[in-house]
């Protein structure tokens, strides 16, 4: 790794994810630093239409201020039987200023008399470097939407998601148990792979 000592600041700023991939990071001996750490108040609008694209956007735009590497993630629920709905507007689904109880009350609604329930998370890891280097990864979990929300863990779609070969929703979870099946760990444990074959390059 060199010279960035392994200090790497998040890009997203919402908590749920700072707290999980801080947890998941620190298990890979890299330290997260956050935008509120650093003294970061902007707000990066997600203009891409697809993940990898939203996630370049916004660890470019953290790098460039903190001439820091950047660790961007975007992910969301891709539902087959609303045609890969909410997709990348799932922090917006239903409307902007929905909360994430109501935002999955409004899924359940639109998932009403489905009988196919098939969905996946994903997530895309973006770290931009200083240099203009990028790397990439990527990571999902399957499952089924339920048909009513349990647990009170994790955040976002969470209690409405059972991962396939589970009987309890993300939400019923412990931390450790999610991140060990979550799309957001599988990604930042290939992201950590790819890193350290990517280190002296970097």
């Known amino acids: 790794m060199k010279k960035h000592d ?24 890299i330290t997260a630093i956050t935008r509120e750490d650093f003294g970061i108040d902007i707000e990066i609008e997600e203009t891409g239409t697809t993940f990898l694209e939203n996630a370049t956007l916004k660890a470019e735009a953290i790098c460039k201020i903190s001439k820091l590497p950047s660790i ?4 969301g629920l891709i539902v087959d039987a609303l045609d890969g709905k909410p997709g990348v507007y799932s922090s917006s689904f239903g409307g902007e200023k ?21 969905a996946k998370f994903v997530s895309y890891i973006v770290c931009a470097f200083p240099d203009g ?40 979870l412990s931390s450790e ?12 444990n290939r992201f950590y792979k790819l890193l350290k074959s990517n280190s002296e390059d970097i």
């Not at 919402?14 to 001996?29: A, C, D, F, V, Y």
């Not at 409405?160 to 589970?166: A, D, K, N, S």
């Not at 148990?177 to 930042?188: Q, Y």
Request: aromatic residues 6%; charged residues 25%.
């Open 6 to 29: 392994n200090i790497f600041i998040l890009a997203t700023a919402n908590p749920g994810k700072i707290r999980e991939m801080q947890t998941l990071l620190s298990k890979l001996n």
């Open 72 to 75: 961007a993630d975007d992910s």
């Open 98 to 118: 929905l909360t994430a109880a109501e935002r999955c009350d409004y899924l359940l609604r639109q998932m009403q008399n489905k009988e196919q329930r098939q």
């Open 133 to 172: 280097k990028l790397l990439t990864e990527t990571g999902e979990c399957k499952g089924t939407i339920t048909y009513k929300p349990a647990g009170n863990k994790g955040f976002g779609y969470d209690p409405v998601f059972l991962p396939e070969g589970m009987t309890k929703t993300m939400a019923e």
């Open 177 to 188: 148990d999610k991140n060990n099946i979550s799309h957001r760990g599988k990604a930042l």
